[in-house]
């Protein structure tokens, strides 16, 4: 795994290796095509020239041969004006080689002093004599070069033509300059040589001769032609490794871009601004040869580093889509915001208002000291912005403040509301975090807590449904058991026993399956106004019956006004029957049972209080299903009566709470009350024909309904005696 | 006369053996089935003059049994069932059931509703022929000329209180009356203690004409408001 992802890095870094030596690389090459472009011709042409040159032109027509001619000339008189050395060369003789006799010199003086390379320095000798005769018949054969001098006019003839002549003033090859000393008769040489006199210098050359020089040249401009195809040859290959490395480069394009994101990574690292800075100062460095018109090779550095630096510039802009958010501004503030943020809210803005202080205070007392009146303007405007700044800040706080708390009495009220974003710099967003995960660990709880109240209900549901079915058949064969004539009388006992619990089960199905759905909400309601005191008054008389045969003494307290509620009324019913039928069969015998209505704050409180058969200090939570007082279970009902009491007053809108004081257990159910409905919903008409009713029969149904009002509750109904 | 027949469908076998024993000691022919598909086929083949139907039962529901002879046959259907929600029962009558009775339920009173729909079934035409003043409400028919009252063509022995509170609450039908209206109008006097004694004549009343008085069908109590018996 480690030496596949090297490999992979390697191959990775090789491909981006490629891609920078190919460019760099094609890059030169262009700016030598451009220079070449712009020079006119190339360096290869120019050696090519000199060489041609060197190899075509008459030797005896360039300036190293006439430096030559001129050298010797010099040389042979001052060997001449020498005494000592009469007769035999002293100097130095450039391309005068005696053994070969291509140049042929002869010189005298006074007719005594000779001087000659000839082999013989006597002037009658055959060959001076033919050439001091030169003059007058030529050159001899086998040379076409010849110069004469008499000690004051210099003639040179070359192919026959005259070139120089100081008498004639012809100059066609240009010698004046090598023998201007020579012609200037009261000058420096003379001065030094006035003793020559009588002077007669012959020289001849032959065609074609070929100085040192000559080969100096050609070896120059040789091996300037070899370097230079040597230059042309790296270039190539250079030029052709470069194309191969940008095809590779074009083949693994992928590898090369990891490392520009690679390089990404690292230059997004870097603030903005010294990126700006930087491609600055690159600019500025590659402008200086442009500026100074230096040549190509000059600017192709400075060109390759600027083309590299925006090429990684751009490669960053590419990478890091927002390359100019990361400053040191930003840095700055984020670094001082975590710092912020862990410390407290106040904490947090007592530094804030000191870093505002601070601020001011320093601007002050630059405005105090500053001497220009428009530098403290500028400073007091600066002033005023921080000033606008900071209550900027602090009205963004304010409004977050609003925000959390309206959010809080929100999620109090209960309301499924979004959670809270905050920009991450205000001040007020870790509240804001914390307030949103307390709302959804909350919202989980609670669904965790519906789900699993369904799951029990669906059990309940399933399983008091598979009961029934069974217990038909229980209820049913039991009851063809009471019709048998023919039993003992001690079966006939048992046979009712078992009627008696089958019963009570079959209510206590009833019972689960209702309080089970109500506790859910999953009830149907059909909530309407009602009188509660009737609703009690109703309750009781229904329950008539099983309140005479407690031995119990009942107390009502109920208001003459009647109290209207909005609810259903067929579950109060249920509401008040278990309420009543729990405090029948718990009250200690012959105590009382308190039942009253009051109304306080426009909520209608019934009480229901007794005092208990059983002592009721740890009394587990009665209103939670199968809980009852008496732990032995022993007496009659389901253990559902006061849990169908609650859920079903909750499921109808109101409150259901039990308290205990000593042996006094009372029972609470409160309802908001509503104000009196008008009676509109009462029908025209009675379809009543009868006599009897006739006097009622004109009665309007308003009054109807406002006469049943005054006779409903004559006076609050108020009893000792058992009902 | 013929023996009427009654076809119960259930299937749990002890269930439908208890009702065919209870039902035969009343003095019918029983036939028993045990799931939809044998109930539809003693429905088209036999003369039956009731069915007491399950209905989650193997093969087809009772419901769909139900539809399936309601195609052909007019007579009346019990349903049997241990769903007990008002949705349930909604659905069952609106299937074409006449009632609907809830498991566990009390052998008794399945035997009187069994009665109940057949003497409606064979007798109610006769009654509706006689040109009378007659307010029929379900199972109840008051003829206010005579102040007497039938429930399934059978006399109710009422007293003359208790008549004059069904007259009342029958000829308007649907109103709500106070108990202190009902005591003004049927005692012609100021109330006094009206919620217990309306109630306890209510409840008398009940035992009367309804089948079972703990869950009464006509005679109802709108708690809190007053009382009423409900619209046909």
């Given at each position: 795994m480690d030496t596949k992802s090297t490999n992979h890095k390697r191959a990775n870094l090789l491909s981006w290796m490629c891609f920078v030596l190919s460019v760099s690389i094609l890059f030169t090459a262009a700016a030598a095509a451009l220079q070449t472009f712009f020079s006119g011709g190339s360096a290869v042409a120019q050696a090519k020239q000199s060489l041609q040159t060197a190899l075509d032109d008459n030797p005896q027509e360039t300036v190293a041969f006439r430096e030559d001619v001129s050298q010797i000339v010099y040389a042979a008189l001052t060997d001449l004006a020498d005494r000592e050395q009469r007769g035999s060369f002293s100097k130095t003789y450039p391309n005068l080689k005696w053994e070969t006799s291509n140049i042929l010199l002869f010189a005298q003086e006074d007719s005594r002093d000779t001087l000659s390379n000839t082999g013989s320095t006597d002037p009658e000798s055959a060959r001076n004599t033919r050439l001091l005769q030169s003059y007058l018949m030529g050159a001899p054969e086998g040379y076409n070069y010849m110069l004469l001098f008499d000690g004051d006019s210099l003639v040179i003839e070359r192919d026959g033509v005259r070139v120089y002549d100081t008498d004639a003033m012809i100059d066609s090859d240009g010698y004046r300059t090598y023998f201007s000393k020579l012609a200037d008769k009261d000058g420096e040489f003379w001065e030094e040589y006035s003793d020559l006199s009588d002077l007669s210098l012959v020289m001849v050359v032959a065609p074609n001769l070929r100085t040192d020089r000559d080969s100096a040249v050609l070896s120059d401009a040789a091996s300037e032609l070899f370097s230079l195809q040597m230059l042309w040859f790296g270039g190539a290959a250079a030029l052709v490794l470069a194309l191969l490395m940008f095809v590779f480069y074009l083949f693994s394009r992928d590898r090369k871009a990891e490392v520009d994101r690679q390089l990404a990574q690292i230059s997004g690292e870097v603030w903005f601004e010294i990126k700006l800075l930087f491609l600055g100062w690159v600019t500025w460095f590659c402008a200086?040869?442009?500026?100074?018109?230096?040549?190509?090779?000059?600017?192709?550095?400075?060109?390759?580093?600027?083309?590299?630096?925006?090429?990684?510039?751009?490669?960053?802009?590419?990478?890091?889509?927002?390359?100019?958010?990361?400053?040191?501004?930003?840095?700055?503030?984020?670094?001082?915001?975590?710092?912020?943020?862990?410390?407290?809210?106040?904490?947090?803005?007592?530094?804030?208002?000191?870093?505002?202080?601070?601020?001011?205070?320093?601007?002050?007392?630059?405005?105090?000291?500053?001497?220009?009146s428009l530098g403290a303007w500028i400073t007091a405007a600066a002033a005023a912005v921080i000033l606008l700044l900071y209550i900027r800040y602090f009205a963004g706080i304010l409004t977050d403040f609003a925000r959390l708390?309206?959010?809080?009495?929100?999620?109090?009220?209960?309301?499924?509301?979004?959670?809270?974003?905050?920009?991450?710099?205000?001040?007020?967003?870790?509240?804001?975090?914390?307030?949103?995960?307390?709302?959804?660990?909350?919202?989980?709880?609670?669904?965790?807590?519906?789900?699993?109240?369904?799951?029990?209900?669906?059990?309940?549901?399933?399983?008091?449904?598979?009961?029934?079915?069974?217990?038909?058949?229980?209820?049913?064969?039991?009851?063809?058991?009471?019709?048998?004539?023919?039993?003992?009388?001690?079966?006939?006992?048992?046979?009712?026993?078992?009627?008696?619990?089958?019963?009570?089960?079959?209510?206590?199905?009833?019972?689960?399956?209702?309080?089970?759905?109500?506790?859910?909400?999953?009830?149907?309601?059909?909530?309407?106004?009602?009188?509660?005191?009737?609703?009690?008054?109703?309750?009781?008389a229904d329950m008539e019956e099983s309140v005479a045969a407690a031995h119990l003494a009942l107390r009502l307290d109920l208001p003459q006004e009647p109290v209207y509620v909005l609810t259903d009324g067929n579950r109060m019913y249920r509401v008040f029957q278990n309420l009543i039928r729990n405090a029948l069969q718990y009250s200690l015998e012959g105590s009382r049972v308190f039942i009253q209505l009051t109304v306080q704050d426009g909520t209608a409180l019934t009480q229901i209080k007794n005092t208990s058969r059983f002592a009721l200090d740890n009394l587990p939570d009665v209103t939670e299903r199968f809980v009852r007082g008496d732990e032995s279970r022993s007496t009659d009902g389901s253990g559902l009566g006061l849990s169908i009491a609650k859920s079903f007053t909750e499921a109808c809108g109101g409150n259901f709470s039990i308290s205990t004081d000593a042996d006094l257990f009372s029972a609470v159910v409160s309802f908001p009350v509503i104000p009196e409905p008008q009676p509109e919903e009462q029908e025209a008409s009675l379809q009543n024909e009868d006599q009897t009713y006739s006097e009622e029969q004109e009665a309007q149904p308003g009054e109807l309904w406002q006469k049943t009002q005054e006779t409903e509750n004559p006076e609050t109904v108020k009893s000792d005696e058992p009902i | 006369m013929e023996k009427q027949c009654i076809l119960v469908v259930d299937d749990d076998k002890e269930i439908v053996r208890a009702i065919s024993i209870y039902l035969e000691k009343e003095g019918y022919d029983v036939l028993c089935a045990y799931d939809g598909v044998q109930a539809v086929d003693f429905a088209m083949s036999r003369n039956i003059h009731l069915i007491l139907i399950d209905v989650m039962m193997p093969r087809q529901n009772g419901l769909a049994a139900i539809l399936k002879i309601r195609e052909t046959r007019n007579l009346p259907i019990i349903v049997l069932s241990a769903k007990s929600e008002d949705s349930d029962k909604i659905l069952g009558l609106s299937m074409g059931a006449d009632d609907y009775i809830t498991k566990p339920f009390n052998p008794q009173e399945l035997v009187a509703r069994v009665k109940s729909q057949l003497r409606r079934y064979t007798t109610l035409g006769d009654i509706n022929s006689t040109a009378q003043n007659l307010i029929t409400i379900g199972r109840l028919t008051f003829d206010t000329d005579n102040h007497t009252l039938t429930a399934d063509g059978e006399p109710v022995r009422l007293t003359a209180t208790e008549t004059k509170i069904v007259e009342l609450l029958m000829k308007n039908a649907g109103r709500i009356f106070p108990a202190e209206e009902i005591y003004r109008r049927v005692w012609n006097e100021p109330a006094f203690s009206a919620e217990n004694t309306v109630m306890v004549h209510i409840r008398r009343i009940r035992e009367k004409i309804e089948i079972n008085p703990k869950e009464p069908e006509y005679l109802k109590v709108v708690w809190g408001i007053g009382y009423k018996i409900d619209k046909p």
């Amino acid at each position: 795994m480690d030496t596949k992802s090297t490999n992979h890095k390697r191959a990775n870094l090789l491909s981006w290796m490629c891609f920078v030596l190919s460019v760099s690389i094609l890059f030169t090459a262009a700016a030598a095509a451009l220079q070449t472009f712009f020079s006119g011709g190339s360096a290869v042409a120019q050696a090519k020239q000199s060489l041609q040159t060197a190899l075509d032109d008459n030797p005896q027509e360039t300036v190293a041969f006439r430096e030559d001619v001129s050298q010797i000339v010099y040389a042979a008189l001052t060997d001449l004006a020498d005494r000592e050395q009469r007769g035999s060369f002293s100097k130095t003789y450039p391309n005068l080689k005696w053994e070969t006799s291509n140049i042929l010199l002869f010189a005298q003086e006074d007719s005594r002093d000779t001087l000659s390379n000839t082999g013989s320095t006597d002037p009658e000798s055959a060959r001076n004599t033919r050439l001091l005769q030169s003059y007058l018949m030529g050159a001899p054969e086998g040379y076409n070069y010849m110069l004469l001098f008499d000690g004051d006019s210099l003639v040179i003839e070359r192919d026959g033509v005259r070139v120089y002549d100081t008498d004639a003033m012809i100059d066609s090859d240009g010698y004046r300059t090598y023998f201007s000393k020579l012609a200037d008769k009261d000058g420096e040489f003379w001065e030094e040589y006035s003793d020559l006199s009588d002077l007669s210098l012959v020289m001849v050359v032959a065609p074609n001769l070929r100085t040192d020089r000559d080969s100096a040249v050609l070896s120059d401009a040789a091996s300037e032609l070899f370097s230079l195809q040597m230059l042309w040859f790296g270039g190539a290959a250079a030029l052709v490794l470069a194309l191969l490395m940008f095809v590779f480069y074009l083949f693994s394009r992928d590898r090369k871009a990891e490392v520009d994101r690679q390089l990404a990574q690292i230059s997004g690292e870097v603030w903005f601004e010294i990126k700006l800075l930087f491609l600055g100062w690159v600019t500025w460095f590659c402008a200086q040869p442009f500026l100074e018109k230096e040549s190509v090779k000059e600017t192709l550095f400075p060109l390759l580093l600027l083309f590299w630096t925006l090429l990684f510039l751009l490669n960053d802009i590419r990478y890091n889509p927002h390359v100019y958010q990361h400053n040191s501004y930003r840095s700055t503030k984020s670094w001082y915001l975590t710092h912020q943020m862990k410390k407290r809210f106040q904490q947090r803005m007592m530094s804030s208002f000191a870093l505002f202080a601070a601020a001011e205070g320093v601007l002050f007392w630059i405005f105090r000291v500053i001497p220009s009146s428009l530098g403290a303007w500028i400073t007091a405007a600066a002033a005023a912005v921080i000033l606008l700044l900071y209550i900027r800040y602090f009205a963004g706080i304010l409004t977050d403040f609003a925000r959390l708390t309206d959010q809080i009495s929100e999620m109090k009220a209960g309301a499924d509301t979004p959670p809270l974003t905050f920009r991450a710099e205000s001040a007020l967003a870790p509240a804001a975090e914390d307030l949103n995960s307390i709302q959804s660990g909350i919202s989980h709880a609670v669904e965790d807590q519906v789900r699993a109240e369904r799951m029990k209900i669906e059990l309940i549901t399933n399983v008091s449904h598979d009961i029934k079915t069974p217990l038909t058949s229980i209820i049913n064969y039991i009851g063809l058991l009471r019709q048998e004539r023919d039993l003992p009388e001690h079966v006939q006992d048992y046979i009712e026993i078992l009627a008696g619990k089958a019963d009570r089960l079959k209510k206590m199905v009833q019972d689960i399956f209702e309080v089970s759905k109500a506790s859910t909400g999953n009830i149907e309601l059909h909530p309407e106004p009602l009188i509660l005191q009737k609703l009690i008054q109703q309750t009781l008389a229904d329950m008539e019956e099983s309140v005479a045969a407690a031995h119990l003494a009942l107390r009502l307290d109920l208001p003459q006004e009647p109290v209207y509620v909005l609810t259903d009324g067929n579950r109060m019913y249920r509401v008040f029957q278990n309420l009543i039928r729990n405090a029948l069969q718990y009250s200690l015998e012959g105590s009382r049972v308190f039942i009253q209505l009051t109304v306080q704050d426009g909520t209608a409180l019934t009480q229901i209080k007794n005092t208990s058969r059983f002592a009721l200090d740890n009394l587990p939570d009665v209103t939670e299903r199968f809980v009852r007082g008496d732990e032995s279970r022993s007496t009659d009902g389901s253990g559902l009566g006061l849990s169908i009491a609650k859920s079903f007053t909750e499921a109808c809108g109101g409150n259901f709470s039990i308290s205990t004081d000593a042996d006094l257990f009372s029972a609470v159910v409160s309802f908001p009350v509503i104000p009196e409905p008008q009676p509109e919903e009462q029908e025209a008409s009675l379809q009543n024909e009868d006599q009897t009713y006739s006097e009622e029969q004109e009665a309007q149904p308003g009054e109807l309904w406002q006469k049943t009002q005054e006779t409903e509750n004559p006076e609050t109904v108020k009893s000792d005696e058992p009902i | 006369m013929e023996k009427q027949c009654i076809l119960v469908v259930d299937d749990d076998k002890e269930i439908v053996r208890a009702i065919s024993i209870y039902l035969e000691k009343e003095g019918y022919d029983v036939l028993c089935a045990y799931d939809g598909v044998q109930a539809v086929d003693f429905a088209m083949s036999r003369n039956i003059h009731l069915i007491l139907i399950d209905v989650m039962m193997p093969r087809q529901n009772g419901l769909a049994a139900i539809l399936k002879i309601r195609e052909t046959r007019n007579l009346p259907i019990i349903v049997l069932s241990a769903k007990s929600e008002d949705s349930d029962k909604i659905l069952g009558l609106s299937m074409g059931a006449d009632d609907y009775i809830t498991k566990p339920f009390n052998p008794q009173e399945l035997v009187a509703r069994v009665k109940s729909q057949l003497r409606r079934y064979t007798t109610l035409g006769d009654i509706n022929s006689t040109a009378q003043n007659l307010i029929t409400i379900g199972r109840l028919t008051f003829d206010t000329d005579n102040h007497t009252l039938t429930a399934d063509g059978e006399p109710v022995r009422l007293t003359a209180t208790e008549t004059k509170i069904v007259e009342l609450l029958m000829k308007n039908a649907g109103r709500i009356f106070p108990a202190e209206e009902i005591y003004r109008r049927v005692w012609n006097e100021p109330a006094f203690s009206a919620e217990n004694t309306v109630m306890v004549h209510i409840r008398r009343i009940r035992e009367k004409i309804e089948i079972n008085p703990k869950e009464p069908e006509y005679l109802k109590v709108v708690w809190g408001i007053g009382y009423k018996i409900d619209k046909p």
